[in-house]
């Protein structure tokens, strides 16, 4: 038997909207982008969304709206995906890491607390596996150092404070408190890359809820101006008779989305709370039938928190990155997938080059020395769920 990790999830009616798209005449940004945003912001419960080519373009578009750059500092979790601190990087900010809390793939919002600065102009958190940070305690300590904070461009005095903006690429769909993701953080940027829970195959959105003296109409129109050049028409409004003029209003970037993308992702949005019912299943199956003593595994609905259910990770009690190793050596023997979410940042050369060292994050390493991600994904049968459990009971001993 073989079992892959997180192969996408496509139905005819993806293939159809394609079709249609790719017959329309439109193929880039265009009518499918548009209504995909107008979507993605309706299930979000957010008034705008902006759709991009990836999450790291939203999280990097809107630094660059927030006016982040050299001279300021931008905080984040060391365990995560380069993506999130690279963007900090790019801007010329710089990046500050902060351990998780102990057994948590959380910050430790003590030390967040303690890492906040005059300097400080972003936190980014990180909903891992589609677990909702607790953006309630991240907000009290924001409040609690404003006097801190120095505003250095429009959009940050309306604030007045250090701004959350979520990395929420693994969080679509989950809920914190019965509030939906996109709709929690002041911004918060979604994944929709192959093996996310909603795909358009790459790409992105970037959502934002309302803030007193925030025009949204103007936020979304710089994204469009980030997003293709800094021109003042993309291709849908210069196609009205007589409208080509343009301007370009700054030096902008290339990271549109297009209608092809879009009109994947719109077919996947119309079949998403179905899927999110069936990771519910696989992850309540996992829960039941993992032998507890030797696997732990991460609570993904507790209380009034409910997650998009991303990824199923585990951490093999009382072994170390050899066991570990050696785990997901066996599984593969047996044809099942396996994978490790992630290495902390403070372990990659890029970061150590900028001075990070593992040393100084101890819980992060420690969870990251035995965690192993189980496939989780909606086209998983439930003899291969049978299967997997087997093999996983049988090497993790």
């Keep these: 038997m073989i079992i892959p990790f997180s192969p996408p999830d496509i139905s005819t009616k993806e293939i159809d909207n394609v079709i249609d798209t790719l017959k329309s005449g439109w193929i880039t940004t265009g009518p499918k982008t548009k209504q995909f945003e107008k979507e993605i912001a309706r299930y979000c419960h957010t ?3 902006v759709c991009l080519n990836s999450a790291t373009a939203c999280m ?25 601190a690279s963007v900090i990087e790019h801007v010329g900010a710089k990046i500050v890491l902060v351990d998780t809390a102990p057994n948590s793939y959380e910050m430790d919002y003590h030390q967040l607390r303690n890492a906040i600065t005059a300097k400080t102009k972003v936190i980014i958190p990180v909903d891992l596996a589609g677990i909702v940070c607790n953006y309630k305690k991240i907000a009290e300590i924001v409040e609690e150092k404003s006097y801190l904070f120095n505003a250095n461009n429009d959009i940050q005095k309306i604030f007045n404070r250090v701004i959350i903006m979520a990395d929420a690429a693994h969080s679509f769909g989950a809920k914190y408190e019965k509030q939906t993701s996109g709709n929690i953080a002041d911004f918060t940027c979604f994944s929709f890359h192959a093996v996310k829970n909603l795909t358009t195959a790459e790409g992105g959105a970037v959502t934002w809820c309302n803030q007193v003296g925030l025009n949204n109409e103007e936020v979304y129109r710089q994204y469009m101006l980030l997003s293709l050049h800094g021109q003042s028409k993309d291709a849908l ?3 009205n ?5 343009y301007d370009i209003e700054t030096l902008g970037y290339k990271c549109n989305m297009t209608d092809i993308q879009a009109a994947i992702g719109l077919a996947q949005l119309s ?20 032998n507890g003593n030797r696997i732990k595994s991460l609570p993904h609905y507790q209380n009034l928190n409910e997650s998009s259910g991303h990824l199923y990770m585990i951490n093999l009690i009382d072994k170390n990155v050899e066991d570990r190793n050696y785990f997901i050596e066996k599984m593969a023997t047996a044809g099942i997938a396996c994978n490790v979410h992630y290495k902390p940042l403070p372990m990659l050369t890029a970061y150590k080059k900028l001075g990070f060292d593992i040393e100084d994050y101890p819980n992060a390493y420690t969870l990251y020395s035995n ?4 496939p989780l994904h909606t086209l998983l049968t439930d003899s291969e769920l049978e299967y997997i459990v087997e093999n996983a009971n049988k090497y993790s001993k």
Excluded at 60 to 78: F, M, N, Q
Excluded at 277 to 288: D, G, L, S, T
Aim: glycine letters at 6%.
């Design 47 to 49: 008034d705008t969304a």
């Design 60 to 84: 990097e578009s809107t630094l660059r709206l927030l006016g982040v750059g050299e001279g300021d500092e931008v905080i984040t979790s060391a365990y995560t995906y380069t993506a999130t």
């Design 237 to 239: 409004s210069k196609s």
């Design 241 to 245: 008779l007589g409208a080509w003029e």
């Design 271 to 290: 079949r998403y709370q179905e899927n999110l019912k069936k990771r519910k299943r696989i992850i309540e199956y996992y829960n039941q039938h993992l």
């Design 371 to 374: 965690e192993v991600t189980l």
